[in-house]
């Protein structure tokens, strides 16, 4: 298939969650698409009709969507082309590359307690029976696979995995009722919308056997396979729940940033050097699919913690105030329309130590509080008639302060501190908590900056009113 453009897919069946393996997988196709200059298409593997859900199909496309990895063309439903997978099994029984298979349910168990004594595969006797014999009752169709000699899976990551024939059965393309089977399905599937490349996990590699077979049976073209390493918890083993987060809507809910998991989950089974940290178009660039390796990839959250915090400070503060206030109105935050300018003018400010969002939305707390503020017990206990009579003579300081910016209030409260002859440790724990109602801040100046100069005066004069 070298001659032609490439064409990924992603190919997941909408019966739950969107696993971070998926979206691996997901990411690595649009990688390689991007790379080559192909196509990255979509296709729903919807034929779980009870599972298979408007819901369940929402939950893929919001997951992709969130990603950043949404598909180049319309999606594509597998059980809306039932007839043509019909079809295609009509071929192979024309060319007789299958045959139909009328074993009765006691007969086939009878043929695999054979098989198992005999340490081989289940051989139906109307493999080279005539049609002419066919009795009148259900059948299923069946693949003619050779007996002998090798199939050989050409695979990008996995190098040539090699099959002896004598073990690969004639699997059922045909149910009893005429529903098409997995392997049959995604082969016509495959071979209809062009994929060049079947880039997906290495629990489908056995699977890759039995589809060549089927796309020999039918005189098609083999795409090329790469198989994927499983992603393993930070133990090692197979990721699960006791590993935390597995599917990509909790880590959305976690507050990590998509540009942050497309780095991270790049980085689970391929990289580039040294590089850590790198762009949209530089992953583009660098990927190939010949350069990830076959060994499991382990689920690092330091590692991811790190890299969201990257993106986290490189983040537009309006887009960041934008998703830190969706987190506060999950939490019950009435979000005002003033309030937004006030998240983007305190992001800046208290960004540096945030791993999630989560944590973005834990250190904006303090501008959304309304006046006047309702002071913890601890900060009251600081308000001593000394300290009260300071924050006062700040507060004079503080307004009449043209330029309101943290390097200015900085030099500010270090020189009311050396005017006052004493340090800043006298003073300072007061008025941070005057300022935030004791949540989470940053410095005293950046706080002051966060709220503005308005907010930050009102709130003193509040606390130090003659009721407070």
Excluded: C
Excluded at 32 to 53: P, V
Excluded at 119 to 143: E, I
Excluded at 232 to 260: C, I, N
Excluded at 348 to 367: I, Y
């Amino acid at each position: 298939m070298s001659d032609r453009p490439v064409v990924t897919r992603i190919a997941p069946s909408p019966t739950g969650m969107m696993h971070i393996g998926t979206a691996r997988t997901a990411l690595f196709n649009w990688l390689y698409a991007r790379h080559t200059g192909g196509k990255f298409l979509l296709r729903i593997e919807d034929t779980d009709r009870e599972r298979s859900t408007a819901e369940a199909v929402q939950v893929i496309f919001d997951g992709l969507k969130w990603l950043g990895l949404e598909a180049d063309e319309t999606p594509v439903f597998q059980f809306a082309r039932a007839d043509r997978h019909r079809e295609a099994v009509e071929e192979l029984l024309a060319s007789g590359a299958a045959y139909k298979d009328y074993m009765t349910p006691e007969e086939l168990e009878a043929e695999r307690e054979a098989a198992r004594a005999a340490g081989r595969v289940v051989r139906s006797p109307w493999r080279d029976l005539s049609p002419n014999d066919a009795p009148d009752r259900p059948f299923v169709v069946r693949l003619k696979a050779p007996q002998d000699g090798e199939t050989i899976v050409h695979d990008q990551v996995k190098g040539d995995v090699r099959f002896q024939n004598q073990n690969l059965d004639d699997l059922i393309l045909l149910r009893t009722d005429g529903t098409p089977t997995y392997n049959l399905a995604v082969v016509v599937d495959d071979h209809d919308m062009g994929v060049t490349h079947v880039i997906r996990g290495d629990d489908h590699l056995n699977n890759a056997a039995r589809q060549t077979l089927i796309y020999q049976g039918l005189g098609w073209d083999v795409p090329v396979w790469a198989h994927l390493p499983l992603i393993h918890g930070p133990d090692g083993a197979k990721l699960s729940k006791r590993h935390g987060a597995q599917a990509v809507s909790e880590f959305d809910a976690m507050g990590y940033l998509p540009e942050a998991m497309r780095n991270y989950l790049a980085k689970l089974g391929w990289g580039h050097g040294d590089d850590e940290i790198f762009s949209d178009d530089e992953a583009i660039a660098w990927f190939d699919i010949k350069d990830v390796v076959s060994a499991p990839a382990r689920l690092d959250w330091d590692k991811l913690n790190h890299l969201n915090n990257h993106y986290i400070r490189q983040a537009e503060p309006a887009r960041l105030a934008g998703l830190v206030a969706e987190i506060h109105k999950s939490r019950d935050w009435k979000i005002r329309e003033a309030d937004l300018p006030v998240l983007e003018q305190a992001i800046p400010l208290v960004r540096d130590g945030a791993k999630t969002l989560l944590d973005l939305a834990d250190a904006t707390v303090f501008v959304l509080k309304q006046r006047p503020l309702e002071l913890p017990e601890k900060v009251q206990g600081l308000l001593s008639d000394e300290t009260r009579g300071r924050l006062s003579r700040l507060r004079e300081k503080l307004g009449a302060e043209a330029d309101w910016s943290v390097a200015t209030l900085e030099q500010a409260i270090r020189s009311f501190a050396e005017s006052e002859g004493v340090g800043i440790g006298k003073f300072g724990p007061a008025l941070r908590g005057v300022l935030s109602g004791g949540s989470p801040a940053p410095d005293l100046a950046g706080t002051l900056v966060s709220l503005g100069k308005d907010e930050s005066l009102g709130r003193l004069d509040d606390a130090l009113s003659p009721g407070a």
